[in-house]
């Protein structure tokens, strides 16, 4: 239950930092502010979206990371199964012992298989 509840939280930060880091510009974008494109009319001013987003990815980044280990850590930790459905898938999933093959030392050869009918070892296409 818990693994479930941080993997749904890691995915969330990972689209959030995927959606912040489109939201931001390059650093060639910068060339344009000069020329009076109407940057300073933004909602957080000439340069605070700037910071603002970078400091909220750098927040997402570090919950990612957070995130990723927690997972981590879960993942190692193994419990028994609680339900007789989860043994049994267990068990079925666990491999059959084989018996040994016979070997040549016990004098035992294993019966050659029939070739099947109209063809013959020798013949080659």
Known sequence: MLQSIVLGAHVFV?????????LQRGKGA?????????ASGTVF?????AN???RATGVLATL???????????ATQ??????L???SRIE????QAVPPLPSIEDGELPERPAAPEGSSAGESN
């Open 85 to 87: 459905l989860e043994r």
């Open 14 to 22: 990972a689209i959030a930092i995927v959606s912040l880091v489109l």
């Open 64 to 74: 990612f990371f957070i995130t990723s280990l927690a997972l981590a850590y879960l």
């Open 92 to 95: 079925q999933s666990e491999p």
């Open 52 to 54: 603002f987003l970078s």
């Open 78 to 83: 193994r419990t028994a199964p609680d339900s």
């Open 30 to 38: 910068e060339a344009g502010t000069g020329f009076g494109s109407g």
């Open 45 to 49: 001013g000439a340069r605070g979206s």
